[in-house]
């Protein structure tokens, strides 16, 4: 088993930034969003000292998620940035960049941030991988784990001698709290295919985007809850549209069984706007 330091290099809550450290090897999961990019990156260094960063692990193509990719890089060129191959694709598209920079110019103006350098035509894969890959990361053998759901890009590793899965939103966002919330943009039954994919793994620790490290009975009570708070949320809309509701009923029950506590602090309006009406209108078309 692996000796491995987890630290939070994050520059704000709702970035997604952790960096593992086995005393060898260094990888960041996750690199948060452009506009904290550089921020990221100090605290790695922080972190590191005079170490260089060997990997990048990026877990889907989100702006949240993979935007800070390139200002890591300017500090650490010699970094491979692993992703699905699915997600490289999504990164050399011009159209998914513009929506980046949308998106993450919104948050900016949310956290005051006026000025930053604009990195991400620099945006791309050194590695990319299928599920069932492996990625040697110096004694570290990860395997690449398809978790579709949150996206079709969405890509967990899991390091099997340690029984630690590096997460993603596909199997919710944890709250910190006794509720996930269900994040699913694909497909509602592909997301419950993949969290019975990570259920029937042989897991003790799971780091989970946005939050952190969690262990043995908080990873199989995040894991059941996944499960049923997504099953649990998506039959009450359906029930809500059945009965004459609309799309802004079902969104205001959404809204106010999930969007409060550190969940407000982590996820941006616009976004949980624009993700909870996408998976409305997935239970249409699934559940009804």
């Avoid at 990221?40 to 170490?51: D, M, P, S, T």
């Avoid at 513009?98 to 894969?125: P, Q, T």
């Avoid at 395997?143 to 390091?159: E, K």
């Avoid at 099953?231 to 009965?243: M, S």
Wanted: glycine residues 8%; hydrophobic residues 40%; negative net charge.
């Amino acid at each position: 088993m692996h000796n491995i330091k987890i630290t939070d290099v994050r520059a704000v809550q709702g970035d997604s930034a952790f960096l593992l450290d086995d005393g060898n090897t260094t990888i960041l999961y996750d690199t948060g969003f452009a506009c904290t990019g550089a921020r990221v990156a100090e605290n790695i260094e922080k972190a590191l000292g005079n170490r260089e960063l060997d990997y990048i692990f990026l877990t889907h193509s989100h702006y949240d998620h993979a935007a800070g990719s390139p200002y890591v890089k300017r500090k650490y060129p010699n970094a491979k940035v692993v992703a699905g191959t699915y997600a490289a694709t999504i990164f050399a598209k011009p159209t998914a960049r513009a929506v980046m920079r949308d998106l993450d110019g919104k948050v900016a103006d949310s956290l005051g941030i006026e000025e930053y350098e604009d990195l991400l035509d620099e945006l791309c894969a050194d590695i990319t991988v299928e599920d069932g890959d492996l990625i040697r990361a110096g004694d570290m053998v990860f395997t690449a784990i398809n978790f579709v759901g949150h996206t079709r890009c969405s890509v967990g590793y899991y390091l099997a001698e340690n029984k630690l899965l590096l997460g993603t939103e596909t199997l919710g966002v944890h709250s910190g709290a006794d509720f996930v919330v269900p994040s699913y943009l694909v497909g509602f039954n592909l997301a419950m295919e993949s969290i019975k994919k990570a259920q029937a793994m042989d897991i003790e620790q799971i780091l989970v985007p946005h939050y952190g490290l969690l262990e043995k009975e908080e990873s199989r009570f995040y894991l059941e809850k996944s499960a049923s708070d997504a099953k649990d949320t998506a039959q009450h809309i359906a029930q809500i549209l059945a009965a004459g509701g609309n799309d802004e009923d079902a969104y205001q029950y959404f809204v106010d069984r999930f969007y409060h506590g550190y969940i407000r602090e982590i996820y941006p309006p616009d976004a949980m706007r624009l993700n909870t009406h996408i998976m409305i209108d997935l239970i249409k078309k699934e559940l009804q």
